[in-house]
């Protein structure tokens, strides 16, 4: 038997021949602290009522105001002692709770385990070396094939790189030289062209104004 099963038991749940399950014990110490509660409840509202009772007989009837005072003292002890097993009972019920989880957790990390070794029964370690050697070699071939493949094939044309390189160099300084002689030559701009327009003359009237302004200078200049 396994671990595990010597652990849970080969009878589940149950914690012993005839014994209760944690879930029904919590169940149960749940159900108490519910009823103590309720008795807590009813013996607060009695403490109440005899409180008011003795206040109201007060003086008047000392006997009466004793005997409810009396009936208060014995409601509070009461109510002590369900305070404190209340107490003890919900630090039980907390501790069976945390047992039962810790419980739940080992059976399923248990079957967890099973699973695990049923998954690795059928597998050998050394076939498992095998299979990832084989693996790589196949990933080494398919490298090699694809290097091949890019490979550039010229189909039987080889060329020498020398003199590729000596050609396209000659190429470059010739369009370098032919780029300076346009640089440097000379520059021609073509002239305007002449107008074949002819020019309007002076107005007639404009030149016989002139005219006497000139014998008017003349005239003017001989008196001088």
């Given at each position: 038997m396994s671990v595990f099963g010597k652990l849970f038991g080969a009878g589940g749940?149950?914690?012993g021949k005839g014994g209760p399950t944690p879930q029904e014990a919590i169940q149960r110490l749940r159900d108490?602290?519910?009823?103590l509660s309720k008795k807590q409840e009813f013996l607060e509202k009695k403490i109440e009522q005899?409180?008011?009772a003795a206040k109201?007989?007060?003086t008047k009837n000392k006997r009466a105001a004793l005997q409810a005072l009396k009936r208060k003292k014995r409601y509070e002890k009461q109510l002590a002692q369900i305070d404190g097993t209340l107490s003890t009972i919900e630090?039980?019920?907390?501790?069976?709770?945390?047992a039962n989880t810790n419980t739940e957790v080992l059976k399923n990390m248990g079957?967890?385990?099973?699973a695990m070794k049923a998954a690795h029964d059928n597998m050998d370690i050394d076939k498992v070396d095998e299979l990832m050697q084989d693996i790589a070699d196949q990933q080494e071939l398919a490298e090699e094939i694809s290097t091949a493949i890019s490979k550039p094939v010229g189909f039987g044309e080889?060329?020498?790189e020398d003199e590729l390189m000596a050609e396209l160099e000659e190429l470059e300084q010739e369009e370098l030289d032919k780029n300076l002689l346009e640089i440097s030559g000379p520059e021609t701009v073509p002239l305007p062209s002449v107008p074949s327009i002819s020019l309007p003359s002076k107005p007639a009237k404009k030149?016989?104004?002139?005219d006497e302004d000139m014998k008017e200078l003349e005239t003017w200049a001989g008196t001088i």
């Open positions: 749940g149950k914690a108490t602290e519910e009823m005899e409180l008011t109201k007989h007060g630090f039980q019920r907390e501790a069976l709770e945390n079957y967890a385990a099973k080889e060329f020498d030149k016989e104004e002139e």
